[in-house]
RNA sequence: AAAGCAAAUUGGGUAAUUACUCUAAAUCAUUUCGGUGAGUUGGAGAGGAAAGUCCGGACAUUUACCCCGCCUCGGCGGGGAAGGGUAAUGGGUAACACCCAUACGGAGUAAUCCGCGAGGUGCGAGCAGAGACGCUUUUGCUAGCGAUAGCAAAGGCAUCCUGAGCAAUCAGGGUGAAUCUUUGAUAUAAGCUUGAGGCAUGCCGAAGUCGAAAGAUGGGGCCUGCCCUGAGUAAAGUCGAAGGGUGAAACGGCUAAAUCCUUAUCUGAAUGCAAGGUCGUGUCCCAAUGCAAAUUGGGAAGUGCCGCUUGAGGUUUUGAGCAAUCAAGAUCCCAGAUAAAUUAUUACCAAGGAAUUUUUCCAAACAGAAUCCGGCUUAUAGAUUUGCUUUGAUA
RNA sequence: GCGCCUAUAGCUCAGUCGGUAGAGCAGUUGCCUUUUAAGCAAACGGUCCCAAGUUCGAGUCUUGGUGGGCGCA
């Protein structure tokens, strides 16, 4: 679990994020970044009720891509704001999180990205 | 041993490293001395349904109708109506539509399971029509395979008398009542009572019944028994060959409102912790006062804290009770987040399946707290225990 | 989290007190017109979301489920 300065933790956070950041797609995952005045990179993970109707399956998406970036924090590059919306379908057979490593990569975000990291 | 029924428990465990949430302790930094921040160590961290939101409470805020009483005169207290629920009998509970016991009805060989169950009314609320439901039987004739239909005559319920029969009962006569409709009188919450009078029970038609079908019937549905004489048998109130009476409507039996009416009983109502509070905090807008600075009041969108977890609590002992449950004692503290924690990895053990022969592989249900409790309902892989029933075998 | 509404023909909706389900539009066929449109007429089209119960009989009443939608700081 991240520290709580990683964290997204205001809604008008969130909003600012969702509506003036750059998108990236990487497969069904939407990545919304926008550069912020902090000296640290915060995350949010928005899971809604149209993936899955069931709350353990959605808890366990984020939990996923939480753990992702948990492992990667000291490689990402700082003062970065970042939300994840993850969409319908993702995750059905397994968790293709080195996919979303390279997707931060091609933007610059990373700087030695380790293929490692696919999590079952 | 097989099949079945019911109840209860469990919902993997241990260890290591790691992340997060809450909490306790001391340390460091800062401070407006209230705190705030940082890392360190210890403790705790999802469920039997956390779900559906179908009921019932606790808790919080606001408040309507009528009457009575009190006073500080706009509040408090009490009662009622309306509305809403419930419905065998009794008990339990804070309360319930829940639970327990007993009786009754139904299903099953049985263990056992199921039952929203008071009383009344009594069913096309279709069509036409001013008006539509109290209705059927016996005898004779005609038609039809039949269910039945048409025409004519005579009837029905209660009670009394007369006659017939061993009897149940039947026949004749007298008296009284009931059903339906209309009008009038009287009375009324619906309604009921009394008097008088009269019959278009037409067309279509669901279930059911009859029929091979066509069709007929169909004004809720289903049921067929009961009584007398009595050969006989060891015996007969009880079993019973055979015969007879009655069996139609019914004021015969059972059943039918989860939509109507009545009765009993319970309950103020509405909104739901996004309730609501805050002698928290800044920002924006409006109004008033003011030369101005500013102050006061109101609103808007944010945000912090409280509400928030010690409770109709858990475990256990004793007692009361058939039981649900209750009482007393001992002991324990067991999630509290807010873009929302409860994670990830590895090893071993236990248990399941498949291959194979002592190892390998696979899979592991339903599902994630959000104010808190008591129930109900729905989803659920597997494992364990206890009690009981039936059938078969052996002793 | 708390609290509500709704599901009927291809589409939009009626259906009161249980008696066997309709309206408009669209599609089909015919008439009218030189032809199309408009208009007129006819027929077609329904698991009344699913399951159980009450009832002689359920779209309607009761209970449970499924899908869709809405409000509240």
């Known amino acids: 679990m991240l520290p709580q300065r990683n964290r997204i933790r205001k809604n008008a956070d969130f909003g600012l994020v969702c509506r003036q950041g750059r ?40 939990r996923q891509i939480r753990e992702f970036f948990s492992k990667n924090l000291q490689k990402i590059q700082p003062s970065w ?23 931060l990569a091609k933007c610059g975000l990373i700087k030695n990205i380790s293929p490692t990291t696919n999590i079952k």
């Open 23 to 62: 998108a990236l797609f990487c497969g069904k995952l939407i990545l919304k970044t926008r550069r912020s005045d902090l000296d640290v990179v915060r995350l949010g993970i928005s899971v809604g009720i149209s993936y899955s109707p069931k709350a353990v399956v959605r808890n366990r998406a984020k």
């Open 81 to 103: 704001d970042v939300v994840v919306i993850v969409q319908k379908g993702w995750g059905e057979s397994g968790y293709p999180l080195s996919e979303l490593g390279e997707c």
